[in-house]
């Protein structure tokens, strides 16, 4: 496999604050006795509608091995069906999933053709991170023998309510594809086996099911490896944020608590969504 040098912008992922209306009565003058005063406070929750691109692989590479780090091309043939999938975890709502950006190219040394269909999938997982059910798929072309970022956009975008796995695939005939992943050092601790590998090459040993990339790199000189797919998806989702107070009735000078709930909450602190959360 040839190493590609890791080149990263900065993503900063973040949340509005919203304003919060207080309506207080006229402060009593200073002869007067002070009595308990209530205000109001408007406890609807305030809508965000947020949009975030997920470059999970790239940025935990970066948080864990520094950013001269390396990542690596791994080649999909067409002809014994290869594909590549990576699960991504998310729970507490619901999440759109837009599109998906592909960082690849055509291989120039050995796909028979200059241009491929890829075949973008999203699929439900199950405990061990297996894609199960498909969900939704879409297509693009990679057309260059030098690494691309592609987008791979659903007419419609996919809703999914818990994990998800995005796989990748050629499709045209004798087509040769390089997708990027991360690591590619052996025996990890930070890796989780989200990346999983389906080739209908016997000598591969999954004989058409998805495997764990350490089934089918036993037989690499630096020992076995995992790792995970660098694939993006562009997700879309609704948070909503409440504001509450305690107490609610006070005298000057009293202290209130403010207390903002947020949903999904999961979705915040969920490491593929928030850069701070997997450090």
Not at 184 to 204: G, H, M, R, T, Y
Request: glycine share 6%; proline share 5%.
């Amino acid at each position: 496999m040839k190493k590609l040098l890791l080149c990263l912008s900065g993503i900063t992922i973040g949340l509005s604050s919203f304003g919060q209306k207080m309506e207080l009565p006229s402060q009593a003058s200073p002869t007067t006795t002070r009595a308990h005063q209530a205000f109001s406070l408007d406890e609807s929750p305030r809508a965000i509608n947020c949009v975030d691109t997920l470059y999970y692989g790239e940025l935990k590479q970066r948080a864990f091995t520094g950013a001269n780090s390396l990542l690596y091309y791994m080649g999909l043939w067409q002809v014994d069906q290869e594909a590549i999938s990576q699960t991504f975890n998310f729970s507490g709502g619901s999440l759109n999933i837009n599109k998906v950006i592909v960082s690849g190219r055509v291989s120039s040394a050995y796909s028979a053709t200059a241009t491929s269909v890829v075949t973008v999938e999203v699929f439900s997982v199950n405990a061990n991170n297996i894609p199960t059910t498909l969900i939704g798929a879409t297509t693009f072309v990679m057309n260059s023998y030098t690494q691309s970022n592609y987008q791979a956009v659903f007419a419609t975008p996919i809703t999914v309510t818990g994990n998800y796995a995005i796989s990748v695939r050629p499709t045209t005939a004798n087509a040769v594809i390089d997708i990027i992943t991360n690591d590619i050092v052996a025996n990890q601790a930070w890796d989780e086996d989200l990346c999983k590998f389906k080739p209908d090459d016997p000598s591969l040993y999954s004989y058409g099911g998805w495997v764990s990339p350490q089934t089918y790199s036993t037989d690499f000189p630096s020992g076995i490896r995992n790792f995970d797919l660098c694939v993006a998806p562009i997700v879309s989702y609704s948070a909503d944020a409440t504001l509450s107070a305690t107490p609610t009735t006070v005298c000057l000078g009293d202290e209130v608590q403010f207390t903002a709930a947020v949903t999904p909450e999961n979705g915040f602190s969920n490491r593929m969504m928030s850069y701070q959360s997997m450090l």
